[in-house]
């Protein structure tokens, strides 16, 4: 193959990880147990035999994370809007900002550290992964549950890594 042919190539795989990421993923299976809710973070019916299939397997988790990140983003979200505090809103709006920075300088971080190894792409989505649980439980104990005995708006997310 010519040098072109790999560039295209490479050129599809991007846009169509690019577009893989945008799709709309239902929320993960889970378990209610003692108010907290445990995700299953998994891509069944998948062998992950070969990079790209660590890498299909990657983009799936990731899309269930994110599901679950939007569903208490957007309560607690609600939950602010209800108070109509302006104020709070717009904190809880430039936190959310910082997560994303946060995520993708780290996610980038760890795919230029593993840029000589086939495995990049599997190492900088797990980062990823693992920062937004991070930010989910974070947004959880900060704006989803009280400090008093009143239960939570949403249940504590945990989350259970299948591989």
Known sequence: MTQLHYRLIT????LGY???????APLPSSVLKDNAETFEIACPDNPQQT???MNDCMGTKRDAVESVE?????M????????????????????????????????HA?????????????KATDREIALIELRIH??????LRYE????PVLPEPLFHNAE
Do not use: C, M
């Not at 939007?70 to 957007?74: G, H, T």
């Open 110 to 122: 760890t795919d230029v550290d593993w840029r000589e190894g086939t495995i990049r792409g599997v």
């Open 70 to 74: 939007a569903k208490y983003v957007s």
């Open 76 to 107: 607690a979200r609600q939950r602010i809007s209800a108070k109509q505090d302006n104020q709070t809103l717009d904190a809880f709006e430039a936190e959310n900002k910082a997560w994303d920075v946060l995520i993708e300088t780290a996610s």
């Open 51 to 53: 990079t790209i299939d």
């Open 11 to 14: 050129l599809a795989i991007l």
């Open 148 to 151: 008093d005995s009143t239960p």
């Open 18 to 24: 690019g577009l893989h990421s945008y799709a709309e």
């Open 138 to 143: 974070n947004q959880w104990q900060n704006w």
